[in-house]
């Protein structure tokens, strides 16, 4: 009797995949700086509103984050883990335009139109990560499914913001 056993595949510590390992930890990097920037920009914006109606949305932005400081952490973490090295500031580039202060600090629409923008490309390079590392790195893809849940449920909420300014003819 043979007893069949799949062989383990090499993983992306494996000398065979340090090319993959490499390209793994720029992802890692870009994830990296996006929620850093994304500390910046929510930051600025749970900050600048004004007006009654802003509240509710300050007071979720404040909690937010929290967690995109805390994905920060584990992304450098991460990076660190595979060898790489988490980059200094200088590296950094800024890309969400979209999160900018608005004209009117009552144009909370704005804010809230930003937010979502910026969940939904973290959740789509966050899928990419998870792509990427099929087979190959299945602790960093654990790591990044339980992130892209959190930034699934900020942009949930935030539609649902939206959908109420709409409702109303706000937005
Ligand atoms: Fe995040
Ligand atoms: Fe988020």
Redesign the pocket.
């Known amino acids: 009797m043979t007893v069949e056993t799949k062989s383990p595949s090499a993983g992306i510590f494996a000398p065979e995949n340090s090319e993959q390992r490499e390209e793994l930890i720029e992802l890692l990097k870009k994830g990296y700086w996006m929620e850093i920037e994304?500390v910046m920009s929510y930051t600025a914006n749970s900050i600048n509103p004004d007006g009654v109606r802003a509240q509710e949305i300050v007071e979720h932005l404040e909690e937010?984050i929290r967690?995109?400081l805390g994905?920060a952490q584990q992304f450098g973490r991460r990076i660190k883990e595979l060898y790489g090295v988490v980059p200094g500031s200088l590296e950094f580039s800024a890309e969400q335009s979209y999160l900018q202060p608005p004209e009117q600090q009552t144009d909370v629409v704005h804010v809230i139109r930003g937010?979502i923008e910026?969940?939904s490309g973290?959740i789509e390079h966050y899928q990419r990560i998870i792509d990427f590392c099929d087979d190959l790195d299945l602790v960093t893809q654990d790591m990044v499914i339980d992130i892209q849940r959190?930034?699934q449920?900020?942009?949930r909420l935030f539609e649902g913001f939206l959908r109420e300014y709409e409702a109303e003819g706000r937005a």
Do not use: G, Q
């Open positions: 994304t937010d967690d995109e994905h937010v910026a969940e973290a959190d930034e449920r900020h942009k």
